[in-house]
């Protein structure tokens, strides 16, 4: 089974991982989230992460970040090895969701169910009538909520 590392600017690491226990709580030993903060320097970040993969001890790792070009991505890219472990950039909760739901699967497989998952996840929506509720009109006589 894969792991799934979360390397963001904190606190959203931790929170994305909170998310995703919530609605798979027995994911919880294979989600490890790091929280970059703020005017940490790369180097200790990188020394962090490389701590915490090793400790997951499992034969794959997916790690999610969340701005390509920040210092959580080029921390993960130092870290990733491309055979064992892959980076997906652009983390968001339907991401984590996915990646979770199907981490049994391949890591490449996975790879591309991140993607998807993080993009499908991205979506404008129109404002709706409430459920189970006519829309209103303008006759007066109309008698919405009668049996």
């Given at each position: 089974m894969n792991s799934i590392f979360i390397i963001a600017h904190a606190p959203l690491a931790s929170a994305l991982r909170e998310c995703a226990l919530h609605v798979f709580p027995d994911c919880a030993s294979g989600v490890v989230a790091l929280d970059v903060p703020p005017n940490e320097p790369?180097?200790?970040?990188?020394?962090?992460?490389?701590?915490?993969?090793?400790?997951?001890?499992?034969?794959?790792?997916?790690?999610?970040?969340?701005?390509?070009?920040?210092?959580?991505?080029?921390?993960?890219?130092?870290?990733?090895?491309?055979?064992?472990?892959?980076?997906?950039?652009?983390?968001?909760?339907?991401?984590?969701?996915?990646?979770?739901?199907?981490?049994?699967?391949?890591?490449?497989?996975?790879?591309?169910?991140?993607?998807?998952?993080g993009s499908q996840g991205v979506m404008q929506v129109a404002p709706a009538v409430p459920q189970n509720q006519a829309k209103k009109t303008d006759d007066p006589n109309r008698r919405d909520h009668q049996q």
């Open positions: 790369p180097e200790q970040t990188l020394a962090v992460a490389q701590g915490a993969l090793a400790r997951l001890g499992t034969d794959s790792t997916l790690v999610l970040t969340d701005v390509f070009g920040a210092t959580p991505c080029n921390v993960a890219q130092k870290l990733i090895d491309g055979i064992h472990s892959r980076l997906v950039t652009g983390v968001n909760l339907p991401m984590v969701l996915r990646t979770v739901c199907y981490c049994q699967e391949p890591l490449d497989a996975l790879v591309s169910r991140a993607v998807v998952g």
